[in-house]
């Protein structure tokens, strides 16, 4: 026969039974806790990343409108000088544009600067500091611009390409594409090509 268990024996066990159940509610109160500061930490995380956020949007927006200041002020620079600049070249200016846009199939085309005569028109990519990618995307451009400018069918298609910082290789690779380089000399701008150099027509 199995032997008796006292009224002592179950009290005990019973009592150590309790003690288990408040050892366990105290554990999942204290990891309950955790949670909370865990939980309260992600929270506050996420806010720093909120603000963090908005300070970088802030901050894009106002390089954004200075670099596009800058940029305008250095195209103040330029727009004057081409008259002089590409009669120097014999290619005599009638007539210089600033920001000229058009729109073909969808799709927009902006000029920098657009210098006019009766046998050529010189498209001119302004940047305050050149990069190879800008002389890409400027080759581009001069590409496919009597799709977008029409008007201009009868004349000669030049580049040019400035700026105030010029990146080695963009000025380079400028040349070798037959672009026109213009850039900062004192308190103006000159072209930088050798006289000897001869533009691609587009």
Request: with cysteine; net charge negative; charged share 35%.
């Amino acid at each position: 026969m199995p032997a008796e268990v006292t009224l002592e024996e179950v009290w005990k066990l019973f009592r150590e039974t309790d003690q288990m159940f408040r050892d366990t509610g105290q554990r999942f109160r204290e990891t309950d806790e955790k949670f909370r500061e865990t939980d309260e930490k992600f929270r506050d995380t996420d806010r720093k990343l909120d603000e963090l956020k908005a300070i970088v949007a802030r901050t894009s927006r106002n390089v954004d409108d200075l670099t596009g200041k800058w940029g305008k002020f250095v195209e103040g620079m330029v727009a004057p000088a081409c008259k002089t600049l590409f009669a120097d070249r014999n290619i005599p200016v009638h007539k210089v544009l600033q920001r000229v846009q058009a729109e073909y199939e969808g799709r927009g085309m902006e000029i920098d600067i657009l210098v006019v005569n009766a046998g050529y028109v010189v498209l001119v990519e302004v940047k305050s500091t050149l990069k190879v990618d800008d002389v890409r995307d400027h080759l581009e451009r001069l590409g496919q611009f009597r799709e977008f400018f029409p008007e201009y069918a009868d004349k000669q298609v030049l580049g040019a390409v400035a700026g105030i910082v010029i990146e080695e290789q963009a000025d380079r690779f400028a040349y070798r594409e037959g672009l026109f380089v213009i850039g900062q000399a004192g308190d103006t701008v000159r072209i930088l090509n050798d006289p000897q150099f001869q533009p691609k027509t587009w």
